[in-house]
T-cell receptor, first 113, second 113 residues
Framework: DGGITQSPKYLFRKEGQNVTLSCEQN?????MYWYRQDPGQGLRLIYY???????QKGDIAEGYSVSREKKESFPLTVTSAQKNPTAFYLC????????????FGDGTRLSIL | GNSVTQMEGPVTLSEEAFLTINCTYT??????LFWYVQYPGEGLQLLLK?????DKGSNKGFEATYRKETTSFHLEKGSVQVSDSAVYFC????????????FGQGTRLTINP
C-alpha cells in the first residue's frame, strides 16, 4: 500500500543536540511538507518542497533544516537553535500540480530530556 | 493574510446527537477548503473537501458546504457515534503558488455513549 512513513514515532533529545526526523513516501508525490503541532493549536508549516533539490521556508523555519535529495524522502533536522522543540511533527505530501489534497504520515513526537 | 477560525472546543455530545463545528476563513483569492480528522496518536486524514463556492463535500455522514458569501465551511453530521471522537481541523489552500495549507486551531470532539 502507498503511504507516508514517519520514523521514529517517539524521539527524545538532550539539550544542545541536533536530531533528524525521517519522512518517506511511496506515493510518487512531487511536493512534501513538514508541520509542527502544539497542544490546542493548529498545524504550522515549517518547510516545504515542491521538487527535488529545492525547498522553501514556511512560517516557523527558524531552528530547523531540511534536505530533498530524493523525491521520496524529506528529512527534517531539529537543531539546537530551536529553543522549544517539544512538539508533534507531521509530514505530508501531495501531487503537483493540481488541486490535490495533502496526505499525512502518523507523526513523530519529540520530547526534550 | 490568510487564516482559518474554528469553533472553540472541546465539544462533548451524546451518541446520535446532531453535530455542527463552525469554521470561517479569510483569504486573498479563491481557496479550496478542507476538513481533516485526527484520531489519538495519529496523523491527519482528509475527511472532505470543496473546491469552489456552493460545493458540498461529504464523507462518512459528515457534510460541509462552501459558502463564499459568509466565508464559512461548517462541518455537520446528523447523528454522531462514539467512533467520531477525534480532533477536527478546518483548513484552506490557495490554488496558486505552493498550495500550502493554512489550518484552524482544531476542535476536540468527544462523543459519550
Amino acid at each position: 500500500d502507498g503511504g507516508i512513513t514517519q520514523s521514529p514515532k517517539y524521539l527524545f533529545r538532550k539539550e544542545g543536540q541536533n536530531v533528524t526526523l525521517s519522512c518517506e513516501q511511496n506515493l510518487n508525490h512531487d511536493a512534501m511538507y513538514w508541520y509542527r503541532q502544539d497542544p490546542g493549536q493548529g498545524l504550522r508549516l515549517i518547510y516545504y518542497s515542491q521538487i527535488v533539490n529545492d525547498f522553501q521556508k514556511g512560517d516557523i523555519a527558524e531552528g530547523y533544516s531540511v534536505s530533498r535529495e530524493k523525491k521520496e524522502s524529506f528529512p527534517l533536522t531539529v537543531t539546537s537553535a530551536q529553543k522549544n522543540p517539544t512538539a508533534f511533527y507531521l509530514c505530508a505530501s501531495a501531487r503537483q500540480p493540481g488541486n490535490q489534497p495533502q496526505h499525512f504520515g502518523d507523526g513523530t513526537r519529540l520530547s526534550i530530556l | 493574510g490568510n487564516s482559518v477560525t474554528q469553533m472553540e472546543g472541546p465539544v462533548t455530545l451524546s451518541e446520535e446527537a446532531f453535530l455542527t463545528i463552525n469554521c470561517t476563513y479569510t483569504a486573498t483569492g479563491y481557496p479550496s477548503l478542507f476538513w481533516y480528522v485526527q484520531y489519538p496518536g495519529e496523523g491527519l486524514q482528509l475527511l472532505l473537501k470543496a473546491t469552489k463556492a456552493d460545493d458540498k463535500g461529504s464523507n462518512k455522514g459528515f457534510e460541509a458546504t462552501y459558502r463564499k458569501e459568509t466565508t464559512s465551511f461548517h462541518l455537520e453530521k446528523g447523528s454522531v457515534q462514539v467512533s467520531d471522537s477525534a480532533v477536527y481541523f478546518c483548513a484552506l489552500r490557495l490554488i496558486q503558488g505552493a498550495q500550502k495549507l493554512v489550518f484552524g486551531q482544531g476542535t476536540r470532539l468527544t462523543i459519550n455513549p
